[in-house]
T-cell receptor, first 115, second 111 residues
């Protein structure tokens, strides 16, 4: 079956630094990838929709200058948390929609801790 | 690691028929969430279950959390064409650290 990977699976960084998270569709092409954020025991929150070759569409309240999304190819999207602060600590999940079937597959998530 | 499975993978029903999807976790969960994704859209949060044996209803949807907190079900009574989509469950482990999605059940409703 289709697989979506995320790297890294967890990361600890210092306040003020930037962190890049990769989301890859390993065996299918994904025209659309979604980025989510999840706080402990809370529901998933959509941050942005990423379409290959175009600018990401951010949800209301999500700072696009802080959460930079790049979707340069049909198999890779990246989320960069710039100038991270402790309140950015969270679980970030991506999902990818297969171009041919419109099936959506979730990545395993990346846990970010900002100290 | 924690695994969450869902069955069936696909379900085709005639409008008016009932539908049930089952979610099973390899480990005991702290809570479980259900999402619905319409074709072309993103998953939308439906509900969260926390207590063992909990049953919650939203109109024609009934959600149940198993006594052992390892499984859950979503039942739709008298399906409508607006119910079409993929239903995902997501399990959260007891430490609140792992958040794992099931593969989803895709529901088709024939008018």
């Amino acid at each position: 079956g289709a697989v979506v990977s995320q790297h890294p699976s967890w990361v600890i960084c210092k306040s003020g630094t930037s962190v890049k998270i990769e989301c890859r569709s390993l065996d299918f092409q994904a025209t659309t990838m979604f980025w989510y954020r999840q706080f402990p025991k809370q529901s998933l929150m959509l941050m942005a929709t990423s379409n290959e070759g175009s600018k990401a569409t951010y949800e209301q309240g999500v700072e696009k200058d802080k959460f930079l999304i790049n979707h340069a190819s049909l198999t890779l999207s990246t989320l960069t948390v710039t100038s991270a602060h402790p309140e950015d600590s969270s679980f970030y999940i991506c999902s990818a929609t297969e171009t041919a079937t419109y099936e959506q597959y979730f990545g395993p998530g990346t846990r970010l801790t900002v100290t | 690691g924690q695994q969450v499975m869902q069955i069936p993978q696909y379900q085709h029903v005639q409008e008016g028929e009932d539908f049930t999807t089952y979610c099973n976790s390899s480990t005991t969960l702290s809570n479980i969430q259900w999402y619905k994704q319409r074709p072309g859209g993103h998953p939308v949060f439906l509900i969260q279950l926390v207590k063992s044996g909990e049953v919650k209803k939203q109109k024609r949807l009934t959600f149940q959390f198993g006594e052992a907190k390892k499984n859950s079900s979503l039942h739709i009574t008298a399906t409508q064409t607006t119910d079409v989509g993929t239903y995902f469950c997501a399990g959260i482990d007891n430490y609140g650290q792992n958040f794992v999605f099931g593969p989803g059940t895709r529901l088709s409703v024939l008018p």
